[in-house]
C-alpha cells in the first residue's frame, strides 16, 4: 500500500524534531586541547583552560570542560561566573600541576580558584601542587617563605559537586570552601607528608549545607577543620591519618565572629593522628560560639588526643594573656566513640572559666591507652565543663 504524501511529510517532520530534541539534550564539550593545552612540562596550559571555561560559562547549554590524560602545567586559574549555564561538568581525567617554583604562585592565595559558580560539578582527576618545596622553606624557618596557594571554592558557589577528585602535597590548605552554600564533596582522597605544614586536608567556613563523604585524607595538619560560620556540616565514612584529625576551630580570633553550628561527624576512622575530634578556641573575648554538634560511629586507633575540647588556645602566650575564651560551647553528643590511645588522658575538656562549657553528654564511649604498663587505663581531665554520661563510658568523666 502506498502512503500519502501528507503522512509522510509528518512522519520526517517527526524524526527531525527527535533529532533535534535529541541534539539540544547533548552537553557541549570543550576540550582543554582544542584551545592550546599541551600534556608536556614544557607548556603553560593556563590560558587553554581559561579560555575552555569561558566558552563553557557563556554557553546556556549544559556544557563540559574536558582535561584528557597526561600532566598539564598551569599557574593560577580562576574560574569566574555567573555563567548562563547552571550545568558545567569540568571532567578531569588528567592532572593538574602547579609550576615547581612555589614563588609564583607562593602568594596568590589560591591556586584554582572557583568563584561564584552556581551548578558546577567536577569530576575525577588529580590536583599536584608540588608543595614539597614550600614546606622545606617553613620547616626550615626561613621568614622569605610565601604563604602558599590552595584550591579555593569562593564566594557565593552554590549547588557545587567534587566527585572523585584527588589533591596531592599542596601548598597549603588542599581544598578551601569559604561563604558557599550546598557543597557536596564525595570520594575525596588528599594525599601529603605528615610532617607538612599547614595543609589541611578541606577547610570549611562560612559556609552552609557542606558534606564530605567516602573520602581518605592523609596530610600534615588538619584532615577536616571548621572555622568560623560553617553551618549544617554532614561528615561521614572519612579515613583519616596522618594529621591533626578533624577540627572546629580555632575559633574566636576576633570578638564579632559567626559561629559553628549543626555538625555531624559519623562513622570516622582516625588512624595515628595527633588529635581526633577537636575543638579549639582562642583565650580571647568573642561573641562567637559553637552548639549542636554530635561525633557518632567513630574509631581511634593509636590517636594521641581522642577527644579534646581546648579553649586556652594561646600559642607562645602572644595575644591573649591572662584571657578567658568567650566561646559558647553547648550541646556536644559523642555516642559509639572506641579505639586507642597513645596519651593516658584520653578525654580532655579543658572550657573557658567565663563560659564554662554545656550540655556535653557521653554515650557509650570505650577508649584504652596503649602506650603504659600492665593495668595502666585511660584518664580523663575535665575543667569547667557541665554535662552528663550514660550507657558503658570509659575513661570516667567528671564534669566540674
Not at 597549603?172 to 610532617?195: E, M, Y
Not at 559509639?336 to 597513645?342: A, D, F, K, P, Y
Request: hydrophobic content about 35%.
Amino acid at each position: 500500500m502506498v502512503k500519502s504524501s501528507s503522512h509522510i511529510v509528518a512522519v520526517v517532520i517527526f524524526f527531525l524534531a527527535a533529532t533535534l530534541i535529541a541534539s539540544a539534550s547533548q552537553p557541549s564539550v570543550y576540550r582543554v586541547t582544542d584551545y592550546g593545552a599541551r600534556a608536556d612540562p614544557k607548556t603553560d596550559s593556563t590560558s587553554a583552560l581559561s579560555d575552555a571555561w569561558r566558552k563553557a560559562c557563556s554557553d546556556p547549554r549544559p556544557s563540559v570542560v574536558y582535561v584528557p590524560h597526561g600532566r598539564f602545567h598551569v599557574r593560577n586559574l580562576g574560574f569566574e561566573g555567573p555563567c548562563r549555564s547552571k550545568d558545567i561538568l569540568v571532567r578531569i581525567d588528567g592532572t593538574l600541576v602547579a609550576p615547581s617554583d612555589y614563588s609564583v604562585i607562593g602568594n596568590a592565595k589560591n591556586w584554582i580558584l572557583f568563584h561564584d559558580v552556581d551548578g558546577v560539578r567536577i569530576s575525577g582527576g588529580i590536583l599536584d601542587g608540588q608543595g614539597t618545596e614550600l614546606w622545606s622553606c617553613k620547616l626550615d624557618g626561613r621568614k622569605d617563605c610565601p604563604t602558599g596557594a590552595m584550591v579555593s571554592f569562593a564566594s557565593f558557589p552554590l549547588n557545587v559537586e567534587i566527585d572523585g577528585l584527588t589533591s596531592i602535597n599542596s601548598q597549603k590548605f588542599h581544598i578551601g570552601v569559604t561563604s558557599c552554600q550546598n557543597v557536596n564533596l564525595r570520594d575525596i582522597t588528599v594525599a601529603a607528608l605528615g610532617t607538612s605544614p599547614n595543609t589541611d586536608g578541606i577547610h570549611i567556613e562560612k559556609s552552609t549545607f557542606v558534606s564530605v563523604l567516602n573520602s581518605t585524607i592523609s596530610t600534615g595538619d588538619d584532615c577536616i577543620s571548621m572555622g568560623p560560620g560553617a553551618r549544617n556540616v554532614w561528615i561521614e565514612r572519612v579515613a583519616c591519618g596522618p594529621g591533626h584529625g578533624i577540627s572546629i576551630g580555632s575559633l574566636g580570633w576576633k570578638f564579632q565572629e559567626p559561629g559553628v553550628q549543626n555538625v555531624t561527624v559519623k562513622r570516622v576512622h582516625f588512624t595515628e593522628t595527633t588529635n581526633g575530634l577537636r575543638i579549639k578556641t582562642w583565650a580571647r573575648r568573642s561573641l562567637g560560639f559553637v552548639r549542636n554538634v554530635l561525633f557518632h560511629h567513630v574509631v581511634f586507633d593509636g590517636v594521641k588526643n581522642p577527644i579534646l575540647i581546648d579553649q586556652n588556645y594561646c600559642p607562645g602566650g602572644r595575644n591573649c594573656p591572662r584571657q578567658a575564651s568567650g566561646i559558647k560551647v553547648n550541646g556536644i553528643r559523642y555516642k559509639s566513640i572506641r579505639g586507642t590511645s597513645r596519651s593516658k588522658v584520653a578525654v580532655r575538656f579543658e572550657c573557658s572559666k567565663s563560659n564554662p562549657c554545656a550540655g556535653i553528654t557521653m554515650h557509650d564511649v570505650k577508649l584504652t591507652y596503649v602506650g603504659g604498663g600492665r593495668g595502666e587505663e585511660a584518664t580523663a581531665t575535665c575543667a569547667n565543663a557541665r554535662g552528663t554520661s550514660s550507657g558503658f563510658v570509659m575513661p570516667v568523666v567528671r564534669y566540674s
